[in-house]
């Protein structure tokens, strides 16, 4: 073989196993369901390796970097934790693992067999196409996958929200007389807020299946409505994780909403919005990945999508706010205060 011919095959090769690795991807997150669910079982630390079946997962989630390689007692080979991994155990302050299991369950992965009806000019989302409803109509009607996704939610709150409360971000709350969580599921951060802030009113507005019986306190309320139809009047309206499940039409509609009951507030309101920024330049490659991912979940369950800061400035400014300022809290999220 001469060089060239070399290359080709070389490049031939490496093209393979690229192509191979993409179409077994599925195969990462079903081992990290696996690992869940055997951990259920048996608990993940020092897992013994018996059997190749449960080898064979182990060792691509210790590939990944999910879990490590160690010894018990100096001898035994066990898996131990690492970041990603601690966060699956369910007596450590996080815990990811309900919000992992929802995510892989056959119906949540459904509708990605058909994302190529995308390009055939469809016009209901995937998740309508494939399960015959709109994702909040199959919530309501499915209680028991409504709950696992309401407290999945609430997981992925704790994780964030003891930043929010801390130095940098309390600025952002203080001082507020009334706050309305719109799209706030079950409370989980306005609980937190209405905690650390006690002379902050929070008020959680949700649809009814989602805010039904949930226990008040003084200064946390539940109202069951549709954001398009009424938002109650507060000083801040705070949108965790709701507008990148809007595309820019319906998140623009509930912006120039909002921006018209600040004014008429005085001027002293702001909007503030907890979601993904894409800053692909600048951040690191598997953290773009990550959100590229939940770009495409937004796109199939919903009709949202993930934006960069200046897909959020346009639509910002197309809402008649005057300016914004943006946070980063930690890894995906970031805080966005919007002012009139
Ligand atoms: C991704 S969840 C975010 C929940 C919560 N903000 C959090 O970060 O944990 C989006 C929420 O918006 C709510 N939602 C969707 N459409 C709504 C509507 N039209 N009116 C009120 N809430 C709505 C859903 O029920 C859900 O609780
Ligand atoms: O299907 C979803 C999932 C989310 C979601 C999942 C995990 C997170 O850490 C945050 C958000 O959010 C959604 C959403 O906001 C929406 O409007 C529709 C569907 C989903």
């Known amino acids: 073989?001469?060089?060239?011919?070399?290359?080709?095959?070389?490049?031939?090769?490496?093209?393979?196993?690229?192509?191979?690795?993409?179409?077994?991807?599925?195969?990462?997150?079903?081992?990290?369901?696996?690992?869940?669910?055997?951990?259920?079982?048996?608990?993940?630390?020092?897992?013994?390796?018996?059997?190749?079946?449960?080898?064979?997962?182990?060792?691509?989630?210790?590939?990944?970097?999910?879990?490590?390689?160690?010894?018990?007692?100096?001898?035994?080979?066990?898996?131990?934790?690492?970041?990603?991994?601690?966060?699956?155990?369910?007596?450590?302050?996080?815990?990811?693992?309900?919000?992992?299991?929802?995510?892989?369950?056959?119906?949540?992965?459904?509708?990605?067999?058909?994302?190529?009806?995308?390009?055939?000019?469809?016009?209901?989302?995937?998740?309508?196409?494939?399960?015959?409803?709109?994702?909040?109509?199959?919530?309501?009607?499915?209680?028991?996958?409504?709950?696992?996704?309401?407290?999945?939610?609430?997981?992925?709150?704790?994780?964030?929200?003891?930043?929010?409360?801390?130095?940098e971000c309390k600025q952002i709350f203080e001082g507020l007389g009334t706050l309305v969580d719109v799209g706030g599921g079950n409370g989980s951060f306005s609980r937190i807020i209405s905690e650390a802030f006690p002379g902050i009113k929070c008020t959680v507005l949700d649809l009814p299946h989602v805010v039904a019986n949930l226990p008040e306190a003084d200064n946390l309320k539940y109202i069951a409505g549709d954001m398009f139809q009424f938002i109650p009047p507060a000083d801040a309206f705070l949108f965790k994780l709701v507008f990148h499940g809007l595309g820019d039409e319906d998140g623009l509609k509930i912006l120039k909403k909002r921006r018209a009951a600040i004014a008429s507030n005085g001027e002293r309101g702001k909007v503030i919005i907890i979601d993904i920024v894409i800053n692909a330049e600048e951040e690191e490659h598997e953290l773009t990945e990550t959100k590229f991912l939940f770009d495409i979940v937004m796109s199939v369950n919903a009709t949202g999508k993930e934006r960069t800061e200046s897909e959020w400035a346009k639509l910002f400014f197309d809402a008649?706010?005057?300016?914004?300022?943006?946070?980063?809290?930690?890894?995906?999220?970031?805080?966005?205060?919007?002012?009139?």
């Open 320 to 340: 008649c706010f005057s300016h914004y300022k943006i946070t980063p809290i930690f890894g995906m999220r970031f805080l966005i205060e919007i002012y009139p």
């Open 1 to 167: 073989m001469d060089a060239n011919q070399d290359q080709g095959a070389k490049e031939l090769f490496q093209g393979q196993a690229q192509l191979y690795k993409l179409m077994f991807s599925h195969l990462s997150s079903m081992s990290l369901k696996c690992a869940i669910e055997l951990a259920r079982h048996s608990g993940y630390n020092s897992q013994p390796r018996t059997g190749h079946h449960s080898f064979c997962a182990m060792r691509l989630l210790v590939h990944s970097g999910c879990f490590k390689k160690t010894k018990v007692n100096g001898q035994e080979e066990a898996y131990g934790l690492t970041a990603a991994s601690t966060l699956l155990i369910k007596d450590k302050p996080y815990c990811l693992s309900p919000t992992v299991s929802v995510f892989v369950d056959p119906f949540f992965v459904a509708p990605y067999q058909s994302l190529s009806s995308w390009f055939k000019g469809a016009e209901l989302t995937l998740w309508e196409t494939v399960h015959g409803i709109k994702f909040w109509e199959f919530m309501n009607q499915n209680p028991g996958i409504n709950q696992r996704f309401n407290e999945a939610m609430a997981s992925d709150t704790e994780i964030m929200t003891s930043f929010v409360v801390k130095a």
